[in-house]
């Protein structure tokens, strides 16, 4: 079946550390995005990517990396410079008719 | 800018009680998408419906039904005779219009309403 796998599902990181989540997907879409969600808070987007080698900034982009070297894969870069990382992290994709399609998440903590 | 408000941050309801789930949104555009999901506790986003702005119909699937209306602004969801499963917290989101040959819909969501049902 097509969907979405990000991993891990849970991720630890120190101080300092730049860390690196996974997404993949197999649906063929076109259109990717990465959301952040912190408890009693909606999702708020990072950065998204329309095709390959191309991706813009969301709302929170600060402290965050991606890349877009393949259509299936939108991985993205928690750095150091983001100052609040510990976060539930959500990939999705989206075909040209607006099916939307997310991940199971991977919930990130700073320890 | 688009923005998405559900004015209801928690709704405690006793099984079999009918809850609504209020859902308002604010967009320039002509064109765009409604959703509602569904996070239970496990955290992963369930999809429930999207609704494009061209069609008001009103919508049921078994025990959910949806009332959008462009006049108010408003996609509302209503869940009948609720079930202690239907636990968890739902999100209403507003698509963009997509940009020009693009297949690109960033969301905009609302902060969620957590739905407890009681046996």
Same mark, same amino acid.
């Given at each position: 079946?097509?969907?979405?796998?990000?991993?891990?599902?849970?991720?630890?990181?120190?101080?300092?550390?730049?860390?690196?989540?996974?997404?993949?997907?197999?649906?063929?879409?076109?259109?990717?995005?990465?959301?952040?969600?912190?408890?009693?808070?909606?999702?708020? @987007?990072?950065?998204? =990517?329309?095709?390959? /080698?191309?991706?813009?900034?969301?709302?929170? %982009?600060?402290?965050?990396?991606?890349? !877009?070297?393949?259509?299936?894969?939108?991985? @993205?870069?928690?750095? =150091?410079?983001?100052? /609040?990382?510990?976060?539930?992290?959500?990939? %999705?994709?989206?075909?040209?008719?607006? !099916?939307?399609?997310?991940?199971?998440?991977?919930?990130?903590?700073?320890? | 800018?688009?923005?998405?408000?559900?004015?209801?941050?928690?709704?405690?309801?006793?099984?079999?009680?009918?809850?609504?789930?209020?859902?308002?949104?604010?967009?320039?555009?002509?064109?765009?998408?409604?959703?509602?999901?569904?996070?239970?506790?496990?955290?992963?986003?369930?999809?429930?419906?999207?609704?494009?702005?061209?069609?008001?119909?009103?919508?049921?699937?078994?025990?959910?039904?949806?009332?959008?209306?462009?006049?108010?602004?408003?996609?509302?969801?209503?869940?009948?005779?609720?079930?202690?499963?239907?636990?968890?917290?739902?999100?209403?989101?507003?698509?963009?219009?997509?940009?020009?040959?693009?297949?690109?819909?960033?969301?905009?969501?609302?902060?969620?309403?957590?739905?407890?049902?009681?046996?």
């Amino acid at each position: 079946d097509g969907g979405i796998t990000q991993s891990p599902k849970y991720l630890f990181r120190k101080e300092g550390q730049n860390v690196t989540l996974s997404c993949e997907q197999n649906l063929n879409h076109d259109a990717m995005y990465w959301y952040r969600q912190d408890p009693g808070q909606g999702l708020r @987007l990072i950065y998204y =990517s329309q095709i390959v /080698n191309d991706f813009q900034k969301g709302d929170i %982009a600060e402290g965050y990396s991606v890349s !877009r070297e393949k259509k299936e894969s939108f991985p @993205l870069t928690v750095t =150091s410079a983001q100052k /609040n990382p510990t976060a539930f992290y959500l990939c %999705a994709s989206s075909s040209r008719t607006a !099916r939307y399609t997310f991940g199971s998440g991977t919930r990130l903590t700073v320890v | 800018a688009q923005k998405v408000t559900q004015a209801q941050t928690e709704i405690s309801v006793v099984e079999k009680e009918d809850v609504t789930l209020d859902c308002v949104y604010e967009t320039r555009d002509t064109t765009y998408y409604l959703f509602w999901y569904k996070q239970p506790p496990s955290g992963e986003l369930v999809f429930l419906i999207r609704r494009n702005s061209f069609d008001e119909q009103n919508e049921i699937s078994g025990r959910y039904s949806w009332n959008f209306q462009k006049s108010t602004s408003s996609f509302n969801f209503t869940i009948t005779a609720s079930q202690v499963v239907d636990s968890a917290v739902y999100f209403c989101a507003l698509s963009e219009e997509r940009d020009s040959g693009g297949s690109n819909y960033k969301l905009t969501f609302g902060k969620g309403t957590l739905l407890t049902v009681n046996p």
